[in-house]
């Protein structure tokens, strides 16, 4: 493999990388990590088989690390916990919500893909 196409295969590998930035939370951890958390936190309800949330998700992930240590970012995977999406009337993906104190602050349903729309849509409720 030539060096050129090697670190074409590395970027690949980073771009399909879990992020740390983003947690997934579930029914069982959404009360402490959500509800009872501190600060700006952002919840994106979203589903893998969702292609608007695929697109969507190397644009949060840079959103997510120009805000780190601003605000908090989950997601919340409907296909796993319907029963989160139900009690937050989430009716389609994605959706985001946003928290203070535990309580809504504001949503964006499906916000563009782009740096700028979804940066305003998660960070426009604490401002």
Known sequence: MTAEAQEGYQDSLEIHRPSELI???????????????????????????????RA????LQQVAAMLKGKEKIF???????P?????????GTPTFIMFINGGEAGRADGPPPTVSSVLNAITQPFE
């Open 56 to 59: 969507l998700e190397p644009v």
């Open 23 to 53: 947690r997934t939370v579930t029914r069982s951890t959404f009360e402490s990590l959500v509800l009872q958390g501190v600060g700006p936190i952002a919840v994106e309800f979203m589903s893998y088989g969702c292609g608007h949330c």
């Open 83 to 91: 029963g989160l999406a139900a009690s937050f009337e989430v009716a």
């Open 75 to 81: 997601r919340v995977n409907l296909a796993a916990e």
